[in-house]
């Protein structure tokens, strides 16, 4: 588990963990530093990914399957030792929604709460003009290009030529990754159970939300934030995720 998991902050005793979900190209050291932020009742894990950070040499997930798999089977003794929540960003989203499936259809297990971010429902028609983009025939200038305008790229990652390139590779894959997501909700009863909250930035696209109360029998509610499609990397709105977040995991009842 020690190669798939980043947790800076470890608490042993803590309550509750918060599996976090970073976005396509991204790393684990943001959501892993949340860590800091919440108190000892809350334990923060943060994803990696294959193919960046210490598992730099390792491939590509293959796709979404395969990937959802490697998680769930890494973190499974984990979750079922004590309650959990997960938070993704952007293509983390759509990875926590699909592992909470598994979770739940394989194992009976379930995230008590599904904080999600700059996503699209999966279950809406807004994802599928992403599914055609020809990502293998995108040339590198023009994902760079889409990388700018989304934000939240460390400027000196893309001054070095080789970062540069790995970040493009990065994204390439995840989005190929996202492109073999499927869900079809009109096939399955409603599929979770646990509540659901949405965020997103007030500057960024508008994402289809509308779908989401369709995927659980629990509450749903949506909050938007000042900011792009990284408004979440602004110390204020990392300070209002992070105590909005608490206050739903004491309201857990744990």
Same mark, same amino acid.
């Given at each position: 588990?020690?190669?798939?998991?980043?947790?800076?902050?470890?608490?042993?005793?803590?309550?509750?963990?918060?599996?976090?979900?970073?976005?396509?190209?991204?790393?684990?050291?943001?959501?892993?530093?949340?860590?800091?932020?919440?108190?000892?009742?809350?334990?923060?894990?943060?994803?990696?990914?294959?193919?960046?950070?210490?598992?730099?040499?390792?491939?590509?997930?293959?796709?979404?399957?395969?990937?959802?798999?490697?998680?769930?089977?890494?973190?499974?003794?984990?979750?079922? #030792?004590?309650?959990?929540?997960?938070?993704?960003?952007?293509?983390?989203?759509?990875?926590?929604?699909?592992?909470?499936?598994?979770?739940?259809?394989?194992?009976?297990?379930?995230?008590?709460?599904?904080?999600?971010?700059?996503?699209?429902?999966?279950?809406?028609?807004?994802?599928?003009?992403?599914?055609?983009?020809?990502?293998?025939?995108?040339?590198?200038?023009?994902?760079?290009?889409?990388?700018?305008?989304?934000?939240?790229?460390?400027?000196?990652?893309?001054?070095? #030529?080789?970062?540069?390139?790995?970040?493009?590779?990065?994204?390439?894959?995840?989005?190929?990754?996202?492109?073999?997501?499927?869900?079809?909700?009109?096939?399955?009863?409603?599929?979770?159970?646990?509540?659901?909250?949405?965020?997103?930035?007030?500057?960024?696209?508008?994402?289809?939300?509308?779908?989401?109360?369709?995927?659980?029998?629990?509450?749903?509610?949506?909050?938007?934030?000042?900011?792009?499609?990284?408004?979440?990397?602004?110390?204020?709105?990392?300070?209002?995720?992070?105590?909005?977040?608490?206050?739903?995991? #004491?309201?857990?009842?744990?």
């Amino acid at each position: 588990m020690e190669k798939l998991i980043a947790c800076p902050y470890k608490r042993p005793n803590a309550l509750c963990r918060l599996i976090c979900f970073p976005w396509a190209g991204g790393g684990t050291s943001a959501l892993a530093q949340w860590g800091r932020l919440f108190s000892s009742s809350t334990e923060v894990y943060s994803v990696r990914f294959p193919g960046r950070e210490s598992r730099l040499q390792e491939p590509f997930a293959a796709d979404m399957a395969s990937l959802v798999t490697e998680i769930t089977t890494a973190l499974l003794q984990e979750l079922q #030792e004590k309650p959990f929540a997960f938070f993704g960003h952007s293509f983390g989203s759509y990875i926590s929604f699909a592992v909470a499936l598994q979770l739940k259809e394989k194992h009976g297990l379930e995230p008590f709460h599904l904080f999600v971010s700059g996503a699209h429902a999966p279950n809406s028609e807004a994802l599928l003009p992403i599914k055609s983009i020809p990502i293998h025939d995108t040339a590198d200038e023009d994902i760079l290009k889409y990388i700018a305008i989304l934000g939240g790229t460390p400027s000196e990652l893309l001054q070095s #030529e080789d970062m540069k390139k790995h970040l493009i590779q990065t994204f390439r894959e995840d989005l190929r990754v996202l492109q073999t997501f499927s869900f079809e909700k009109a096939e399955r009863k409603t599929p979770l159970s646990c509540d659901i909250t949405c965020f997103n930035g007030s500057e960024d696209k508008p994402y289809d939300l509308t779908a989401w109360p369709e995927l659980t029998s629990g509450d749903t509610s949506c909050y938007q934030l000042p900011g792009g499609h990284f408004y979440l990397l602004e110390p204020s709105n990392e300070i209002f995720l992070t105590k909005h977040i608490t206050r739903c995991i #004491e309201n857990a009842g744990l």
